[in-house]
Nanobody
Framework: QVQLVESGGGLVQAGGSLRLSCAAS????????MGWFRQAPGKEREFVAS??????YYGDSMRGRSTISRDNVKNTVYLQMNGLKPEDTAVYYC????????????????WGQGTQVTVSS
């Protein structure tokens, strides 16, 4: 069982930056592929980024503007987002899976509650 808690969301102006964090419980954090997804109102959940032993992967929406990283000592995964746009407004979810490369939401077993990111124009 893995519990995930996201933090770092908030309100930011267009062009600004945010760093999201996701703290995971459990002693086998390093064995999991960790992913970030987002969901805007009325839209499907969208892949943002994932990180696992096979590497890092990014979705089209934030490629070049985001960086995923992890600290296996702190059991935490991060998503650094730069150059934010109003269309990046969404609830951002952290997720964990044993699958690779973890670019599909249906591959994930554990999910956090999400953190709201709002980008004003």
């Amino acid at each position: 069982q893995v519990q995930l808690v996201e933090s770092g969301g908030g309100l930011v102006q267009a062009g600004g930056s945010l760093r999201l964090s996701c703290a995971a419980s459990g002693r086998t954090f390093s064995a999991y592929t960790m992913g970030w997804f987002r969901q805007a109102p009325g839209k499907e959940r969208e892949f943002v980024a994932s990180i696992g032993w096979s590497g890092k992967y990014y979705g089209d929406s934030m490629r070049g503007r985001s960086t995923i990283s992890r600290d296996n000592v702190k059991n935490t995964v991060y998503l650094q987002m730069n150059g934010l746009k109003p269309e990046d407004t969404a609830v951002y979810y952290c997720a964990a899976t044993t699958n690779q490369p973890g670019v599909r939401s249906r591959d994930y077993i554990y999910w956090g509650q999400g953190t709201q990111v709002t980008v004003s124009s």
